[in-house]
């Protein structure tokens, strides 16, 4: 066995990490759990309890409606924050609301309806399933052709193969920034520019790649985007989303459920819809201010973390899962089935083995390391650099060995749970 990663290394990098010190701004509670999966739902950042106490007493029990001018901006103002913290897009053009899947199905239809004439959608085989039940569902009721694209379950779509498909017709092409099963992350400018080239106009789905890799939308000629709130950017399970519309496109989309706030002149009340100017026009109800308000500690994190250290933190927790696999776990029959370079990597690492489910279970129970299963035969590990240790990948890694060397996953259940 190569004892050439000792602790102590990892020790030293911990002591060397400027990012240690907001490990503390979360909850960590049980010091031996080692959690690696911020990428599914972030941890909860020590603030929030407070923060939240105080809206639900003061802005909710003592203000009551007078709240409501300040609240009804909230979208706005943390859609901000996003753009300038984590996405890399100018003022007014993201906004937080609803579920990322309601705001792909909303963002794809406008898209699709300001499409002319072209039939064509285009979405990775492997893509995030909800985002392709979603285009399904489009593409039926409007009798579209709905493309998926092969791709390799480790690499992701090959930007060849997706250039190969980007004929005439093709109105949309929605991918993940990082897809949520291999972690390999796109080339954002080279996937806009091709299909710029052609007329369509591409969808991203960064639920996995916000709060982890740092995303230039403005630089990178981004049109439209989606994404998750309650993964790397730790605001709460179900927290709601945010999309993005490239200021140049606001004008010219109308999304299909035509709610009152997205109505021009909201509070007159008028008798036909008619879309409001600017981001407004892709909001549809009352916004879940209690479901909203932990974005801002969450944020506070971010922003003080800076999304550049956040990444280069990220890679090199990356690279350890990646040499630590290599050196530890390979005589066992796992493989790394993510890209193994860290500029094609967000911010988690799939390991490849036939007994994934069962070996991501007993490694919960008995390991007491959380990641997740991923079908059909993949452990998921995700590192989140604002509180994860590099002594905590070198703990998991080492607690996978022993759990590999003694077959310690043989009495774990392997049927199917309602959760993986
Ligand atoms: C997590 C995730 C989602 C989740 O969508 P919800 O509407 O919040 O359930 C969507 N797309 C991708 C790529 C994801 O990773």
Redesign the pocket.
């Known amino acids: 066995m190569r004892e050439d990663f000792p602790r102590s290394v990892a020790k030293e990098l911990d002591a060397a990490d400027p990012l240690a010190h907001l490990r503390d701004r979360f909850v960590i509670g049980d010091d031996d759990l080692v959690y690696l999966d911020g990428n599914s739902l972030g941890r909860l950042p020590a603030a929030t309890p407070a923060h939240l106490d105080r809206l639900v007493r003061q802005g909710w029990g003592e203000q009551l409606v007078r709240s409501w001018p300040t609240w009804i901006e909230w979208g706005h103002r943390l859609g901000d924050r996003l753009a300038a913290h984590a996405l890399g897009a100018r003022p007014g053009e993201v906004v937080v609301s609803d ?4 705001n792909l199905y909303k963002l794809a239809a406008a898209a699709l309806d300001a499409a002319g004439d072209r039939r064509t959608v285009l979405v990775d085989a492997e893509e ?1 399933p ?2 392709r039940y979603v285009l399904q569902g489009l593409a039926e009721a409007r009798r579209l052709t709905l493309r998926m694209l092969p791709s390799d379950l480790d690499q992701g779509l090959r930007l060849d193969d997706l250039s190969a498909a980007l004929t005439d017709d093709v109105a949309l092409v929605v991918l ?1 920034a990082v897809a ?1 099963r291999s972690g390999a992350l796109q080339d954002l400018a080279a996937v806009n520019a091709a299909a710029r080239r052609v007329g369509a106009v591409v969808l991203w ?1 960064l ?2 790649a916000v709060g982890a890799v740092p995303l230039a939308l403005s630089a990178t000629g981004a049109d439209l985007a989606v994404g ?1 709130t309650y ?1 790397y950017l730790n605001a709460g399970p179900g927290a709601p ?1 945010f999309l993005y519309v490239r200021r140049e496109w606001q004008a010219r989309l109308r999304q299909p459920i035509q709610g009152w706030f997205g109505q021009r002149d909201q509070f007159v009340m008028g008798a036909d819809y008619e879309p409001a100017p600017g981001l407004d026009r892709f909001l549809v109800g009352t916004p879940p201010i209690l479901a909203l308000a932990p974005l801002d500690p969450a944020l506070d994190v971010l922003a003080e973390a800076g999304i550049d250290r956040v990444r280069a933190k990220g890679r090199r927790l990356g690279e350890m899962i990646v040499e630590l696999t290599d050196a530890w776990l390979t005589p066992y029959g796992f493989r790394v089935a993510s890209p193994r370079d860290p500029d094609r990597r967000g911010s988690h690492v799939s390991l490849y083995h036939p007994e994934a489910l069962r070996i991501s279970r007993a490694l919960a129970t008995d390991g007491r390391v959380v990641g997740d299963y991923r079908t059909p035969d993949r452990l998921r590990l995700g590192a989140a650099p604002l509180y994860t240790r590099y002594v905590d990948v070198w703990d998991a890694l080492r607690r996978l060995r022993d759990l590999a060397e003694r077959r310690g996953w043989e009495g774990a259940p392997g049927a199917p749970s309602r959760v993986t």
């Open positions: 579920s990322t899947s309601v995030f909800s985002d993940s949520y789905d639920s996995h998750c993964k989303a």
